[in-house]
């Protein structure tokens, strides 16, 4: 069993930065695979970006590509989304997400296995 907890979301202007963390329990974090996904109010929830075991994997969605950055740090059991010029459009509640697998390049959430329980994102125009 895993638990994550995101931090790290709040109010910030368009063109502006966060940084979002997701703390993972036990001790086989460095061996899954790990994923952000969003879910904006009325939508479906749709992935933004994932990362392999040891960090040197990432792919991210169009949307969000040269402007969102995931990065982790096994020692610390976290995982990172480093988003910068921030738009409105990337108003929602941001989750992480964990495998079991080392490498997963799934894009849909039913191919993850565990989820923490989401942090806000509102970027004002």
């Known amino acids: 069993q895993v638990q994550l907890v995101e931090s790290g979301g709040g109010l910030v202007q368009a063109g502006g930065s966060l940084r979002l963390s997701c703390a993972a329990s036990?001790?086989?974090?460095?061996?899954?695979?790990m994923a952000w996904f969003r879910q904006a109010p009325g939508k479906e929830r749709e992935f933004v970006g994932r990362i392999n075991w040891s960090g040197s994997a990432t792919g991210y969605t169009d949307s969000v590509k040269g402007r969102f950055t995931i990065s982790r740090d096994n020692a610390k059991n976290t995982v990172y989304l480093q988003m910068n010029s921030l738009k409105p459009k990337d108003t929602a509640v941001y989750y992480c997400?964990?495998?079991?697998?080392?490498?997963?390049?799934?894009?849909?959430?039913?191919?993850?296995?565990?989820w923490g329980q989401g942090t806000q994102v509102t970027v004002s125009s």
């Open positions: 997400a964990a495998s079991t697998f080392p490498v997963n390049v799934a894009v849909t959430p039913s191919g993850w296995h565990y």
């Open positions: 036990g001790r086989t974090f460095s061996t899954y695979a």
